[in-house]
């Protein structure tokens, strides 16, 4: 299992962590393992699209209060990663379920819950009005050997995108980059995005348009995750730690998710394996019991940050 962090570079780009591979493992979330075996599962909304209806949140209470985020985090208090789910009832079988996180945390990365720092990030742009756009081509990593209808030309996902001429990839084989425009209310994330002499190109990846209204996940099969959610939504902001206080719901990566097509919402689609009955569907809630004394735990001010986080907003599996 991995949580996600934020880095800056060029005072504009942040990051996450959402890959199979660790990057640095900090000392801060060593003590994270206490956090993951705490956890609780909540209720599962099994389905391939959909989700509650309007105005409520995930588990079908009330909506997310407005509350303070990063100056340019995109997402509104609508969004399900700005839900409130202190509240929200527990999954029959959470028991099995975190058992079998546990049985996939144990043998990998030292058995430690890992922030990824330096690779298999996602590098953040925000955008003025002023930025050119332009069109980013796509490569058929995949080998589909079609394009992929609503991804090129008028109106497309990849068409008219305002990326900075000096915009770097995340390093590593994910190569993900996400650009928001404020001025467009509108955000793209790409996977396998790179620049060539030839111009910007990318194997998958899509546009949210009204960002700000959105619930925070890609439609029609689009989007750089394996579950359609943002990837950018669940990153913890260099702003977030600055604050002391992270207001909105974590991204989180498993290993071996629940076999194709077992989804829960807010997840859109799957890559997941995983036969067992019992495994974690992608885009379930995991969340931290309410009930527990953070401040009892042994844990250093951003492990305490993402401790109190995952009990008020909790984790969304995105990938």
């Not at 570079?9 to 393992?33: I, S, T």
């Not at 309410?290 to 990938?319: K, S």
Request: proline residues 10%; charged residues 20%.
């Amino acid at each position: 299992m991995e949580e996600l962090v934020a880095q800056r570079r060029g005072g504009q780009q942040r990051g996450d962590a959402r890959a199979r591979r660790p990057g640095w493992v900090l000392a801060a979330v060593g003590a994270l393992v206490a956090v993951v075996l705490g956890v609780l599962l909540l209720r599962q909304d099994d389905g391939r699209d959909g989700g509650p209806p309007a105005g409520e949140g995930p588990q079908g209470g009330p909506a997310a209060q407005a509350a303070p985020v990063a100056p340019d985090y995109p997402f509104g208090p609508t969004s399900v990663w700005r839900a409130d789910i202190t509240d929200a009832p527990v999954a029959a079988d959470s028991a099995e379920k975190v058992a079998g996180l546990l049985a996939q945390i144990e043998p990998n990365y030292g058995g430690v819950a890992a922030f990824n720092v330096d690779r298999f990030t996602a590098s953040w742009y925000t955008v003025g009005p002023e930025q050119p756009p332009v069109d980013v081509a796509w490569h058929d990593c995949q080998r589909r050997g079609w394009v992929p209808p609503g991804l090129l030309g008028p109106g497309g996902q990849f068409t008219g995108v305002p990326i900075p001429a000096d915009a770097e990839p995340s390093p590593g084989s994910d190569g993900q980059l996400t650009i928001y425009s404020p001025s467009q209310d509108r955000l793209w994330e790409f996977w396998q995005a790179r620049r060539t002499a030839d111009g910007w190109s990318a194997c998958w990846g899509g546009r949210i348009d009204g960002a700000s209204r959105s619930p925070g996940y890609f439609s029609g099969g689009f989007g750089a995750s394996a579950s359609g959610l943002a990837m950018s939504a669940g990153t913890v902001w260099v702003d977030d730690a600055r604050r002391g206080e992270i207001n909105h719901a974590l991204g989180l990566a498993i290993i071996y998710p629940a076999k194709w097509p077992l989804t829960s919402w807010p997840a859109q689609r799957t890559d997941g394996g995983n036969p067992d009955p019992h495994a974690i569907p992608e885009g379930t809630r995991l969340r931290l019991d309410p009930t527990l004394d953070v401040d009892r735990l042994q844990l250093t001010p951003v492990a305490r940050m993402v401790a109190r986080a995952a009990q008020r907003y909790g984790f969304i599996v995105t990938d």
